[in-house]
Every structure is written in structure tokens, then in C-alpha cells.
């Protein structure tokens, strides 16, 4: 069904459709816009219902459906998600804390008021392509502002950090209210279920850059409730002649920018936000050295994870990186080489080697010659294979062979690559 037909049809029972939120603000903004959602008025759901017998209803507490719409933009039909208008109403605490209305009557000025930021509460009539702005959203995005739509933004904690991810993502400065109403939302944000931070964690680290979305965070004063781990960094000072850029927390934020423009692998990204995870924990009196962090730092990332349980695959690279990314630029003797190369292809499949580089590359302002030439020499030693080995070996004596074999390779190539 083309996104016309849908619009028709809807408006031949006395409906309106509207595409709404992100969709309008990329294209007001001249980007390619993302995924459409749309609102329809007018309507209640047995109608809906009735006229498109194909939807899936898949909203709990409001009534949302998925629907095959084709928006005749090359990417083909797609379900895309139809709501009912509606208005919200809070009746608890936390983001279960609402009672949502759904009906005929409410007015798509009304469902856009229960949304976040003036920039987000935007809509499209299909119709007539009439841009609804009912709050200011166009001219903040000629500003680069984001504010919230109203007084209600707090009623949902977890805003404020939705709030931080546009700020990463679109670069758009903070308004002086918007950071009033984050810091409003500290006290039930610290009950928030720990999956919806990480979820826009997940979200921010997507973004261009990740830096912006804690600090903002961080001048809301909800660094500390969402990401102690982080917020302990701030203060922790480092030898200027190795870090001029300022305290840990400075460091990172460098580095997990750095790396996010050069890989769009949020593991990495992660990765990379947690490499000094244990310059957090380095006592005053040893400042500013941090002498012991790589394994401080995973003491510290396990107890993140006993806090929030991380995505397996972040946890193991991150693991890694806290571990090497202050040994690996420092090797020279080719047994100790081959043993983290051998490490590197362990982790590969959460990992790749190129985004091992990208990382110790960003914090060493380089890399060393062998770690220039990982993948090749990785792959020589790849090939060495037990069924190659002399006939008489068993066991154990087949693994001590192929490390031999293995090292000889590594030590043939280092003398290429660092002759």
C-alpha cells in the first residue's frame, strides 16, 4: 500500500495521518530523514481497525499498529508504526507511571504536547504536506536549540537522557531549560530500570559524537546517577606531558570521539569509553599517576556490570582493551608479540583487529610497526596447522609445535616490518 492510498483511505472514514516526530525534524533539517511513524486523528480503533484489516496491533497501554505502508521512496514496502492521537497523564512514578487516553476527539496539537523536545513535536499532514509547529520546533532547528515541548518533559526520567543523545547526534546546544528540566529528573531517574539507560547508551554511542551526550548529562548534574563509572574520572589529573588535553574523564572523552569518527562499531566505541575505567578509582596521594589502572579497570567494569549487566560481546572487548591498550605499544620481543596477536584473533569475532588499532592507535597517537601490520602477520601465522606436523607428534607435542611454527612466522615478519 502506498503511503497515498493510506492517507486516502483513512481520510474517506473522516481521519487525518500525519507522519510525526524524527521523520519531519530530518527533513526540515535537509537530512535524509529516518523511518517513518505516523499519527492518525479522527478515528477510534475499531474503525482503524475495519478499514485496514491487515495491522497489527502491537501497542500495550495505547493503541499503535504495524502496518505495510510503501512511502514510494526506493526502500520498498516496510511495516512502519500507526498511533492513535493521544494524551497522557501521569499517575505514578517512572515511565510506567502514566495513563494514556486514545480517541476520536484528541487533536494532533495534543498528541504533539506530550512529547519531548520542540524539535521532535512536529507533524507532517499527508494531505496537504502542512507542517504542524505548534511549539517552536522549527525555528529551534534553524537555532540549533533543543528545549522541551513543556513543563511535562520530567514525567518520564529517562527524557533527560534522550535529551543528551540529540544533543550527540543532531550537535545542537542545550537550552537553559532543557538542563532545568534534566536536573528536575534526577531523583527518579535513579530508579529507572537499568535496560533503559543502556539503551540510550547503545543509542548514543551511535551517534557522531558520544562526548556530548555526557556532558551534557554531566552539567545536568546526572553524570554520577546514570554513570558513576564515567563521572568518577572527572578530577582525576594525568601527567601533562603524556595528556595535555586535561583530567581522565577529558581524556576519554577525546579518544571515544576520536574513535567513533573512525569506526561505527559501538563495541569498539565502548571499548574505547572504558579503557581508563580504572583511573576512577586511583587514590588522591598517587595522582597523577595511575599506576596498576589496567587491572583497577576491570575490577571496575565488572562491577558496572554487576550494576547493569553489559552486552556480552561489550564486556569482553572492553575487557581486552583495559588490559593491552597500555602493553601493546610497549612490546619489542617477538615471543611476547606473538602471544597479543594470538589474543587479538581470540577476540576477533567481538573485536576486529582493525578496531583494536583504531583504539590503542587513538591513545598512543600511533601505533607501533607490528601492530601496523597486525592482520598480516595474524593471518601467517593462521596458516600454521597441526596437520602439518611432523608424524610422531601427538598431543601435547602437536600444540608446542605449532607455537614454534607460529612464532617463527611472527619473528620473519617483524624483521620486514621493522627493518
Avoid at 528545549?147 to 518520564?156: A, H, I, N, Q, T
Avoid at 533527560?160 to 532545568?180: I, M, N, Q, S, T
Avoid at 561505527?264 to 572504558?274: D, G, K
Amino acid at each position: 500500500m502506498l503511503e497515498a492510498e493510506f492517507a486516502a483511505r483513512v481520510e474517506e472514514v473522516g481521519g487525518q495521518a500525519f507522519v510525526v516526530g524524527g521523520w519531519v525534524r530530518d527533513f526540515l533539517r535537509g537530512e535524509k530523514p529516518e523511518d517513518k511513524d505516523y499519527v492518525v486523528t479522527g478515528l477510534d480503533v475499531e474503525r482503524f481497525r475495519r478499514i485496514f484489516p491487515e495491522g497489527i496491533l502491537i501497542g500495550r497501554s495505547f493503541p499503535v499498529f504495524l502496518l505495510p505502508i510503501d512511502a514510494d521512496d526506493g526502500k520498498g514496502e516496510r511495516h512502519c508504526e500507526v498511533a492513535m492521537a493521544r494524551r497522557e497523564s501521569k499517575s505514578g512514578s517512572g515511565y510506567r507511571g502514566f495513563s494514556a487516553e486514545a480517541d476520536r476527539f484528541i487533536t494532533i496539537e495534543e498528541d504533539l504536547y506530550r512529547r519531548d523536545l520542540t524539535v521532535n513535536s512536529l507533524a507532517m499532514d499527508l494531505h496537504s504536506g502542512r507542517i504542524v509547529d505548534l511549539y517552536g520546533g522549527q525555528a529551534d532547528i534553524e537555532a540549533g536549540v533543543l528545549r522541551p515541548v513543556s513543563e511535562r518533559f520530567g514525567e518520564d526520567p529517562v527524557r533527560a537522557l534522550r535529551a543528551a543523545r540529540f544533543a550527540a547526534k543532531l550537535g545542537y546546544r542545550p537550552a537553559p531549560e532543557l538542563v532545568a528540566a534534566m536536573e528536575r529528573c534526577r531523583s527518579e531517574l535513579k530508579e529507572e530500570p537499568g535496560e533503559r539507560i543502556l539503551g540510550e547508551l547503545k543509542k548514543a554511542l551511535a551517534t557522531g559524537r558520544p562526548s556530548l551526550f555526557f556532558r551534557l548529562l554531566h552539567s545536568a548534574g546526572l553524570l554520577e546517577a546514570t554513570f558513576p563509572e564515567i563521572h568518577a574520572l572527572i578530577g582525576k589529573t594525568q601527567p601533562e606531558a603524556y595528556h595535555p588535553e586535561g583530567d581522565a574523564f577529558e581524556h576519554v572523552m577525546l579518544i571515544v570521539d576520536e574513535v567513533s569518527g573512525r569506526t561505527e562499531n559501538i563495541t569498539a566505541r565502548f571499548a574505547a569509553l572504558c579503557h581508563d575505567l580504572g583511573k576512577g578509582v586511583t587514590p588522591l596521594e598517587m595522582l597523577p599517576h595511575h599506576y596498576g589502572h589496567e587491572v583497577k579497570g576491570l575490577e571496575v567494569l565488572a562491577a558496572w556490570n554487576r550494576r547493569v549487566t553489559l552486552p556480552a560481546v561489550w564486556r569482553k572487548a572492553a575487557q581486552f582493551i583495559i588490559s593491552q591498550h597500555m602493553r601493546a605499544p610497549r612490546l619489542s620481543k617477538a615471543p611476547k608479540i606473538c602471544s597479543l596477536l594470538l589474543m587479538m584473533k581470540a577476540v576477533e569475532k567481538e573485536l576486529p583487529v582493525s578496531d583494536i588499532k583504531i583504539i590503542i592507535g587513538a591513545d598512543n597517537k600511533g601505533l607501533p610497526p607490528y601492530l601496523a601490520h597486525a592482520e598480516e602477520i595474524i593471518a601467517a601465522m593462521s596458516q600454521v596447522s597441526g596437520a602439518d606436523a611432523p608424524a610422531g607428534l601427538a598431543g601435547k607435542q602437536i600444540g608446542d609445535w605449532m607455537k614454534k611454527k607460529q612464532l617463527e612466522e611472527c619473528r620473519r615478519l617483524l624483521e620486514n616490518t621493522m627493518s
